[in-house]
């Protein structure tokens, strides 16, 4: 049984646990697959569907055991050292940056969101835009993996994309090709957007999502301060539904952020990661962006296991790269 989203085994019809007219409603508001469920969670299925509550946490934690039986999520209670042979199996993409790389414990990680926040112009897009093609060096040439980039600041650009390519040697249609872009328009666009991403993510074989940035059209529409607990509640469903997306596609999800500047830090740096504590507590890893000259520092802000350091990186014809020494 391979895992692939159009198996019949993830199709909503296999839960054998419910009714017809609960079938076709969730098939009405656009649930395909058991592992849309499970990304979900019970709540936005309520709210989507009219179904009670209650069944819809019925419902969630069906579909959870199904992808349990056959290996997309782990059982509960396996043994420590069990979890760590499994992580270390885990695909990890790299960045381009030998620096980043080891920053990250040997770069991007499935399975997990990594956060990039950073002032105008710190390479944020740079990254994202050289992971579309560091993705597709996955070791099953027979089986591309591809990148979903949803872009809300109107920055992607395929011809960055072509050049790093050519700098690289690699056929700039080629690589395009494996390069799925979604632009979202405005803050519901881009929840729908991520909402209906997993679809996509099985059909094409995508290995990282980006959201570049996950904050820009939250900031421009949510003005002032009567809005900003919509904002913040908005936000954190969001970022809940990606952090679903990378554990039960086993993807690698990166988003952008910006920053703020906090007038009252009297010591250090002044600038703060957008998004409030919602950001913070959800993120997996966070990384700090700052120029350096030529070069652009990277610093590890949190994570679950490294600890608080920085590396240096640059922006060059390739992508990103390490400065030369
Ligand atoms: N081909 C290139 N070679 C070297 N630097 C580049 C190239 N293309 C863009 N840059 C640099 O990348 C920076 C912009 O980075 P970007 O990722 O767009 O910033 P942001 O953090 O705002 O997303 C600029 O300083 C620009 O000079
Ligand atoms: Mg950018």
Redesign the pocket.
């Known amino acids: 049984m391979s895992d692939n989203g159009n198996d019949g085994i993830f199709d909503i019809d296999t839960l054998n646990d419910i009714g017809p007219a609960t079938k076709s409603s969730l098939k009405e508001a656009g649930f395909r697959s058991i592992k849309d469920l499970v990304i979900r969670g019970p709540i936005d299925i309520a709210e989507a569907t009219g179904i009670a509550m209650e069944k819809c946490t019925f419902l969630c934690n069906r579909a959870r055991e199904l992808l349990e039986d056959i290996g997309v999520f782990d059982k509960p209670f396996i043994t420590a050292n069990q979890l760590y042979e499994k992580r270390k199996s885990e695909y990890r993409i790299t960045t381009g940056s030998k620096n980043l790389d080891e920053l990250l414990g040997g770069g991007i990680e499935t399975r997990a969101i990594t956060e990039l926040y950073?002032?105008?112009?710190?390479?944020?897009?740079?990254?994202c835009h050289t992971l579309c093609l560091t993705v597709q060096e996955a070791e099953d040439k027979h089986n591309i993996s591809r990148a979903l980039y949803v872009d809300t600041e109107n920055?992607f650009r395929p011809e960055?994309i072509a050049?790093i390519a050519s700098a690289r040697k690699i056929d700039p249609k080629h690589v395009l090709e494996n390069v799925i872009v979604a632009k979202a328009y405005n803050s519901s666009h881009q929840e729908v957007i991520i909402q209906e991403s997993a679809n996509i993510i099985n059909l094409h074989n995508i290995k990282i999502m980006i959201v570049?940035s996950i904050v820009s059209h939250y900031r421009a529409e949510f003005l002032g301060r009567s809005f900003l607990s919509e904002r913040q509640q908005r936000i954190n469903r969001l970022l809940h539904i990606l952090l679903r997306i990378a554990e039960t596609c086993k993807i690698a999800v990166v988003i952008?952020n910006q920053i703020q500047s906090s007038p009252d830090a009297i010591f250090g740096d002044p600038n703060k990661a957008t998004g409030g504590n919602v950001m913070a507590h959800t993120s997996t890893y966070r990384i700090y962006?700052k120029k350096a000259g030529k070069n652009r520092i990277a610093r590890m802000v949190d994570s679950p296991y490294h600890s608080e350091r920085e590396i240096l990186f640059t922006?060059?014809?390739q992508g990103i790269g390490d400065p030369q020494k």
């Open positions: 950073g002032e105008f112009g710190t390479g944020k897009s740079q990254i920055t960055r050049s570049d952008t962006l922006i060059n014809e």
